[in-house]
């Protein structure tokens, strides 16, 4: 079963922050916080990762709780493309995928 | 683009056929996963290769298996196939084990 517990859907105006919230309060030390999206019937695609500190890469930002229970990531402008099922998976190794969150960006 | 290959895109075969699939790792990546994505699921670790040797399994009958070739390339094999296997089989590659996994675009099995 997946470690993580993600709402099952959000809206987001085009152009907003997105935010994306993922409680993982059973993490190990050595886990890794890792994000990734899937559009329709494609693979999945890989955003951003982080381990105890907060990260930002060109597609996001990582924003991970001291205590490592739970974390978000931020779309800064979110745009249309953004729309997909995002993924928060806790894993050293093989990746254990939930549900996921259904974002849809709406104009 | 992630540099990761995978055929064929689709394929169809009868219950109790046989069925290989391929991937190609990315250029450098040591570290092949597969996985399965039942429709409206997400997907399911299968196993893992690194360096030619099967590392980690998840919760997939003996009928699963695998391979993975000198240049790091990789089949999943299914044997038996039944209703219940049709799926997206997806492939992911990486530098090494415990690094990020970048994914292949699948092959969708339809098993009538």
Known sequence: DAKTTQPPSMDCAEGRAANLPCNHSTISGNEYVYWYRQIHSQGPQYIIHGLKNNETNEMAS????????????????????????????????????GAGTQVVVTP | ETGVTQSPTHLIKTRGQQVTLRCSSQSGHNTVSWYQQALGQGPQFIFQYYREEENGRGNFPPRFSGLQFPNYSSELNVNALELDDSALYLCA????????????PGTRLTVL
């Open chain 1, 62 to 97: 990582l924003i991970i709780t001291e205590d490592r229970k739970s974390s978000t990531l931020i779309l800064p402008h979110a745009t249309l493309r953004d729309t997909a099922v995002y993924y928060c998976i806790v894993s050293w190794g093989k990746l254990q995928f």
């Open chain 2, 93 to 104: 590659s990486s530098l090494d084990r415990g690094q990020v996994q970048f994914f292949g």
